[in-house]
């Protein structure tokens, strides 16, 4: 019969085997996070290509476009005496923005590919139109006589020529205009096209107008609240918009054929007035629109699932060595290395297979592929099946846990603490039994 000193010398052993072995499976996991840094520096390189072949076909097809018009400016002569006491004309030009604006837009989005990336861009279909009221002479201290009406131009800036695929003529109270490329009024924009109008005040005024532009662009569509009075309509059949600028819908809906959205503003919502002479006012800044939102593409899920790597890791090492302490089966840390390796394995497959058949698809192949993997090994230093399956069980919940937490979006953070708060629960019942001091 063995001695208590004995008993005592086994335990203390014992413990000192425990600690070292605690301590060398904390080792592995953390030199672990050496290859799955590597992975995550190689998922942000996978993002990087693929955001530079998107820009380099956004570049090509044609980049976001902000639309802003039309904008009617008019020379006109104003006159002063200089120094001397001599008469001096001087040409300024008196801008006009319409009194109303609607604006309705068709937008289609198209799915351009350049290698195993895969870009959206957009056609789009615009109408405009609305109406010119004569400018208030007495308040804008100008003279009739002064204003050249027959050199009149209406300017309609585009962030991106290259994306007019066809141009309407503009009406004007049903007389056509032509546009011409070109535009040299900086506070509208830096780019645009130009109609040059000869105008009669008497018989030009209210001037309806209206035209129709079929545009290319990409990421998103904007538009300035130029009319004293500027409604706004966009549909499409792209499902995640994202309203973006100054100014949020009145009111939208978005289903899953796609999304219509209304927007109301008035001219008390700007900073600039409905006219003014010279480039006193800029209108860049009261842009607002909808953006072409991707939700969570595969590198953005690939990243997120790669910073849960570790916690995986750490529980599924916490698995092992639980089922180590309770059936008496004893694990080599050069084991736990490998099924640890066979986990972040996991990470690079996902990446791998998402860029040519989707997340979703490649996270299934991935995961089973790993869950197979590690239950064939497991059986190798395991000695019941129940046990390996188990183990692999408790990854499976873990590998279906996270995909959970990727598909959320404003709820993630919420269904991991809970999630976490319950594994450590169900940690502490199935280990509330052990005696960590002996055998």
């Known amino acids: 019969m063995e001695t208590l000193e004995s ?52 570049q090509k097809w044609s980049l976001e476009q902000h639309l802003r018009g039309p904008v009617l400016t008019v020379p006109y002569k104003d006159f002063s005496v200089n120094e001397k006491g001599e008469p001096l004309e001087t040409i300024r030009t008196l801008y006009l923005l319409p009194e109303k604006l609607n604006l309705e837009a068709t937008v289609f989005p198209r799915d351009r590919h350049r290698s195993i990336y895969q870009v959206v861009v957009y056609e789009s279909d615009i109408a405009l139109n609305g109406t010119f009221v004569a400018p208030d002479y007495a308040a804008m201290k ?73 545009l290319k662009g990409s990421h998103s569509l904007q538009f300035a609240p130029l009319g004293k009075v500027t409604e706004t309509r966009v549909r499409s059949t792209w499902k995640a918009p994202g309203f973006t600028g100054n100014f949020l819908p009145a009111n939208y809906e978005i289903t899953p054929e796609g999304f219509n959205a209304y927007w109301k503003i008035l001219h008390f919502n700007r900073t600039y007035p409905q006219s003014w002479s010279d480039e006193r006012f800029d209108l860049s800044g009261t842009d607002y629109g909808v953006e072409m939102v991707t939700v969570a593409d595969q590198y953005q899920k690939n990243t997120r699932s790669a910073k849960y790597g570790i916690l ?27 099924v640890g390796s066979a986990i972040l394995l996991f990470y690079l497959l996902l990446l791998s297979i998402s860029e040519h058949t989707g997340f979703n698809i490649a996270y299934l192949l991935a995961s089973l592929a790993v869950l197979l993997l590690v239950f064939a090994y497991s059986r190798s230093f395991i000695q019941k099946v129940s046990h390996s399956l188990g183990l692999v069980a408790i990854l499976t919940t873990f590998f279906g846990f996270i995909f959970v937490l990727l598909q959320l979006e404003s709820f993630a953070l919420l269904t991991g603490s809970i999630g976490l708060f319950l594994i450590l629960a169900l940690t502490m019942y199935f280990t509330r039994k052990i005696n960590w001091y002996r055998r």
């Open 7 to 58: 008993l005592k010398e086994k335990a203390n052993l014992f413990n000192w085997r425990l600690t070292l072995k605690m301590v060398t499976i904390g080792v592995v996991a953390i030199l672990l996070l050496i290859p799955k840094l590597m992975i995550t520096s190689l998922i942000d390189e996978r993002n990087t290509t693929a955001e530079a072949v998107k820009m380099e076909v956004m």
């Open 142 to 214: 100008i003279s009739p006589q002064a204003i050249l009406w027959d050199k009149a131009e209406l300017s309609v800036a585009l962030s991106d020529l290259r994306g007019i695929n066809s141009l309407d003529d503009f009406l004007w109270n049903g007389k056509p205009f032509s546009f011409s490329p070109g535009m040299d009024k900086g506070k509208i924009g830096s780019t645009g096209i130009t109609v040059s109008l000869s105008l009669d005040p008497a018989k030009d005024f209210p001037g309806n107008f209206s035209s129709k532009l079929h």
């Open 312 to 338: 995986v890791i750490l529980l599924i090492f916490l698995a092992f060595f639980l089922n180590e302490m309770i059936t008496g089966e004893r694990i080599h840390p050069f084991q736990y290395t490998l």
